[in-house]
């Protein structure tokens, strides 16, 4: 399969990355931009609501009167605060969230020949061929994950530079929470390496071509993944951090203007970046085909390949992208304890299983049966799950002296107020006054 990918190199494919850094830096600039909108618009469309519509045709300029209003609000530090800590905190969670999608294979291989009206051989470049793709290096996976991981600084200093106990709280928790799932994450992306043999995101996709998507092949690594990319990206039902009922905005709390919203791109950013990166594990990347035996768009082509795959990307993405919008719009919060539970005892468990039937599927040589060992898994889970120690149940019903719920033992105070044994949802104005205390 190495052998399928062609050489690249030289100061065409040096020209090529920065070209697709800076047109894949402006689209995701943009798309975070949008995608805060699509989020209004599919919250309220799942709410029954309208959502914006006022600036613009249908709403579509609300993001600029969005990014006007946090440039002109004002920039408030409180007197209390580490003034360069403060500074550099919201720096410090962006700048791994914009350097981080140069690895992601965009689209295929450009072949200069196929330029139209001759241009490949007018530059001199026909026969070069090139990588779509911000940096064509074989190690991108770890580039991605160690970039990735450098977020918690930014979280953990924007806490603590804030002089706020509150912020200093969410920061904690966030970056216990960070660290607790780039565990299970990295497990669940060694299970894709040790699949395609290979960390180069370019390989990744051609042996999904070869045999089928590692949706369909791992899919409970899949679930794993996803989950822990919500969890890193601090979004619902995973956004402790930001628990407005007890930390009021969390670790950004003194934050404001552009100090905050530079927080809030970076959520964006990392959601977009991330579910770029699951598409590219486990969604063929631009392959078309799930099931990789049978038509698929080849990997070397012209102009107009290149486009159609980095469409069928940004599709991709894109619906990655409205699944964990969906998903913040449906599920209520975890508590502290549960989330930190679910990664400990459950996720990662889970992950270090699938990784285990990964390998021996890949030392007795049927890769192909690999979505098979994957419900083993699930068999294996439900089977010892029951076997394992448990703890207390923290959800125990308070019980409520004269509720239904709780009847009445000796020694306990019986309710004998008429109103008090009425079960009607509205109460007989004839019982007398009802107090409203």
């Known amino acids: 399969m190495q052998a399928l990918i062609p050489e690249t190199g030289g100061i065409a494919q040096l020209i090529t990355n920065a070209v697709t850094i800076f047109v894949v830096i402006h689209v995701i600039l943009g798309g975070c931009a949008y995608a805060i909108m699509l989020e209004r618009k599919l919250s309220a469309w799942m709410q029954d609501r309208i959502g914006p519509n006022r600036v613009g045709p249908k709403g579509l300029l609300q993001p600029i009167a969005d990014g006007l209003k946090f440039l002109f609000k004002e920039d408030y530090r409180p007197k209390n605060t580490d003034g360069a800590l403060f500074t550099l905190a919201p720096a410090l969670i962006i700048i791994p969230a914009i350097i981080g999608f140069v690895i992601i294979p965009w689209a295929g291989v450009l072949d200069f020949s196929q330029l139209p009206f001759g241009l490949g051989a007018t ?158 594990l486990f969604l063929g990347g631009f392959s078309l085909n799930p099931f990789g035996a049978g038509p698929d768009l080849p990997l070397v082509g012209g102009p107009l390949l290149i486009l159609a795959q980095f469409g069928i990307l940004a599709g991709k993405i894109f619906l990655v992208v409205s699944l964990g919008m969906a998903i913040r719009w449906t599920l209520p919060r975890f508590r502290y304890d549960q989330l930190m539970r679910l990664a400990w005892e459950g996720m990662i468990p889970a992950s270090v299983l699938v990784l285990t039937a990964t390998a021996l599927m890949v030392y007795w040589g049927r890769t192909d049966l690999m979505w098979l060992a994957s419900i083993a898994c699930v068999v294996v889970i439900y089977a010892v799950r029951p076997l394992l120690p448990k703890q207390p149940n923290a959800n125990q019903r308070i019980r409520i002296i004269g509720s239904r719920f709780s009847p009445v033992t000796e020694g306990e105070a019986a309710p004998r107020h008429p109103l008090a044994l009425n079960e009607s949802a509205v109460p007989d104005p004839a019982q007398g006054p009802i107090s409203m205390h």
């Open 123 to 280: 530059l001199g470049l026909d026969g070069v061929q090139v990588k779509i793709t911000g940096a064509a290096v074989n190690i991108g996976v770890i580039y991605l994950v160690a970039v990735a991981s450098l977020g918690v600084y930014g979280v953990g200093l924007g806490g603590w530079a804030s002089g706020s106990k509150f912020s200093f709280l969410g920061g904690l928790r966030a970056s216990a929470q960070m660290i607790s799932y780039e565990i299970p994450m990295g497990v669940s992306l060694l299970c894709v390496v040790l699949l395609a043999g290979s960390l180069d995101p370019y390989a990744i996709v051609l042996a999904q071509q070869d045999g089928m998507w590692n949706l369909l092949q791992q899919p409970l690594a899949a679930i794993i993944f996803y989950t822990c990319l919500l969890a890193e990206s601090n979004r619902a039902p995973f956004d402790l951090a930001e628990a407005e009922n007890e930390l009021v905005g969390g670790y950004h709390t003194e934050y404001s203007s552009m100090r905050f919203a530079m927080f809030f791109l970076a959520e964006y950013f990392h959601m977009i970046t991330g579910s770029a990166l699951f598409c590219v």
